[in-house]
């Protein structure tokens, strides 16, 4: 007989008055419960009662330091950039200077060489 011809027969133990599927964790069940991920690291807005406890007396002044934060934030983050951008400027100037300075006195003891006032001339 193939088990293509017999009748599918359902569990009728314990574990089918559960529902459908293998038991959830505490890690699983904790996940389930909390407020869902928005791109960028924000949290959604319509959660914030929930989440910290914020009531609807308080709520447009909660928002209104939110919009001052992101804006203060984006205000620094613009900063560190133009502060990245000189930093490597700077550091790029001053290593041309060095090797500029280094082709200089290169230069100045080939010309002192060539002029004879370097160290070991003729013997005669």
């Not at 890690?27 to 009531?55: C, E, H, N, R, W």
């Not at 709520?59 to 951008?85: A, G, M, N, S, V």
């Amino acid at each position: 007989m193939s088990s293509a011809q017999r009748p599918f027969n359902p569990p009728t133990g314990p574990s089918a008055q559960h529902g459908n599927g293998p038991r959830q964790t505490l890690a699983q069940s904790l996940l389930a419960t909390m407020p869902p991920l928005i791109p960028g690291g924000k949290t959604d807005p319509s959660m914030t009662p929930l989440v910290l406890g914020v009531t609807k007396e308080i709520e447009p002044h909660y928002r209104k330091l939110k919009d001052e934060e992101e804006k203060i934030r984006e205000e620094l983050r613009l900063k560190q950039e133009r502060l990245r951008k000189s930093l490597y400027s700077w550091s790029r100037l001053d290593r041309d200077a060095r090797a500029w300075e280094m082709r200089s006195d290169l230069s100045e003891k080939s010309m002192k060489n060539l002029a004879g006032e370097g160290v070991g001339g003729a013997a005669f």
